[in-house]
């Protein structure tokens, strides 16, 4: 595998441990936070694998997963809008009281799941 490649997919994996310690800690909306670092990092380098370019700057994982070509199923899909949403809101909190509530831990421990099926998913189309 192109090592550029591996240079995204590396700190994915560490964003995605980062993610189920914060989950365990109870930092909820940071662990969706950090579910979306994993994620971005991820698609970036499945971007750069497909299309043989650098990722763009964005944040958007639906733009970068329709730039790559592929369509995952219903529950990736649904996962990565959930993350899609989460990005600002997690990135830039402006009311912590009001994430602390919406990312429960069991809205957390789903997204968590779902984006190591994103994670598998990405991992298997190399």
Same mark, same amino acid.
């Given at each position: 595998m192109d090592k550029r490649v591996l240079e995204w997919l590396k700190p994915a994996d560490y964003d995605m441990d980062t993610a189920?310690?914060?989950a365990e800690g109870g930092r909820h909306f940071y662990a969706v936070f950090m579910c979306h670092l994993?994620?971005?990092?991820?698609?970036k380098g499945l971007y750069l694998h497909n299309l043989r370019e650098? *990722? *763009?700057k964005t944040h958007n994982l639906v733009y970068?997963?329709?730039k790559t070509g592929l369509r995952p199923d219903a529950r990736k899909s649904r996962v990565t809008a959930m993350l899609n949403e989460a990005n600002i809101a997690t990135r830039h909190p402006d009311d912590i009281d009001r994430l602390q509530s919406k990312y429960t831990q069991g809205i957390a421990s789903e997204i968590l799941a779902g984006?190591?099926?994103i994670l598998a998913w990405i991992r298997a189309q190399f």
């Open positions: 189920e310690f914060m994993a994620a971005e990092k991820a698609l650098t *990722p *763009p970068l997963l329709n984006t190591k099926e």
